[in-house]
């Protein structure tokens, strides 16, 4: 049972455009959420977090937007640069039923191209 | 502080032999987490420590996965009896408690080779 979905395994984009990511969640208990960037050969980075008490988060050229009624959020990178290009991925959890763990989501790949 | 470091990098096993791989969090971190990741899926949670206790197990955590934090800093994870399937990357990861805001620090993980 895939808990957290991204849909979009690739994503293509040129550079100094949107790119917008997309993940759908299906636990209502999730009430903290998170997007990580992965480069090949490395562990994922911390990107940006939003709590289920808000509904945008913005932090420079990274914002994150949560529906919650639709259980969906998104990532939205403006303008985007060709070193945006790595997978992404979402992460949820749900603190409020006392565990910890995030369950993440399978990535979406992007590329930016110059 | 250098991040989370995890030892070995790679790891190529023949089926049966055990492994053993090694995570130093974050100093001030007394959360401890290990995740697997295969190729083209996310990080799947396997267990976490706070502190020295073993907090939560997944289920695909099987009995021949056995993790510990002895000291409350380094854990360990062993694979006994290794199969094709455990090929995997083998991430660790530490945070803070109360710091879900920033999640967690990942390490560059240990890829694992089952021939």
């Known amino acids: 049972d895939q808990q957290v979905k991204q849909n979009s395994p690739s994503l293509s984009v040129q550079e100094g455009r949107i790119s917008i990511l997309n993940c759908d969640y299906t636990?209502?208990?999730?009430?903290?959420f998170l997007w990580y960037k992965k480069y090949p050969a490395e562990g994922p980075t911390f990107l940006i977090s939003i709590s289920s008490i808000k509904d945008k988060n913005e932090d420079g050229r990274f914002t994150v937007f949560l529906n919650k009624s639709a259980k969906h959020l998104s990532l939205h990178i403006v303008p985007s640069q060709p070193g945006d290009s790595a997978v992404y991925f979402c992460?949820?959890?749900?603190?409020?039923?006392?565990?910890?763990?995030?369950?993440f989501g399978t990535g979406t790949r992007l590329k930016v191209l110059a | 502080d250098t991040g989370v470091s995890q030892d070995p990098r790679h790891k190529i096993t023949k089926r049966g032999q055990n492994v053993t791989f090694r995570c130093d969090p974050i100093s001030e971190h007394n959360r401890l987490y290990w995740y697997r990741q295969t190729l083209g899926q996310g990080p799947e949670f396997l267990t976490y420590f706070q502190n020295e206790a073993q907090l939560e197990k997944s289920r695909l955590l099987s009995d021949r996965f056995s993790a510990e934090r002895p000291k409350g800093s380094f854990s360990t994870l062993e694979i006994q009896r290794t199969e094709q399937g455990d090929s995997a990357m083998y991430l660790c990861?530490?945070?803070?408690?109360?710091?879900?805001?920033?999640?967690?620090?990942f390490g560059s993980g240990t890829r694992l080779t089952v021939v």
């Open positions: 990861a530490s945070s803070l408690e109360g710091g879900q805001s920033v999640g967690y620090t």
């Open positions: 992460a949820a959890s749900g603190t409020t039923s006392g565990t910890y763990k995030y369950i």
């Open positions: 636990n209502s208990m999730f009430d903290y």
